[in-house]
């Protein structure tokens, strides 16, 4: 990645020690060059478990580990 373009994709997992997923995402949708980085959240919960966090626009896409890449390439393929 050019060090003046931010990532088109974030895969994140919610469960990081200090600054949880929830936060990176929120610092990454507060800063004007990266709010249109597709965020892939990853997590063991089900999104079930986790009300509103989708819907808030917090994340993009949800997939719950361990993640399957025969759904994750296509999600990609997708967004790419």
């Known amino acids: 990645m ?5 990532p088109d994709i974030l ?5 990081l020690p200090g600054l949880n997923g929830y936060e990176v995402a929120r610092k990454f ?4 060059r990266l709010k249109n980085v597709v965020i892939i959240a ?3 919960y089900s999104p079930d478990m986790l009300p509103g966090r989708y ?5 993009d896409h949800y997939l ?6 025969t759904t994750l ?5 997708k967004i790419a």
């Open 29 to 32: 949708r507060s800063e004007e």
């Open 11 to 15: 895969l994140l997992d919610i469960g």
């Open 2 to 6: 050019p060090p003046n373009r931010p």
């Open 64 to 69: 719950v580990k361990p993640v399957n890449f």
């Open 73 to 77: 390439l296509p999600l990609l393929r």
């Open 55 to 59: 819907k808030n626009g917090e994340y």
């Open 42 to 44: 990853t997590s063991g």
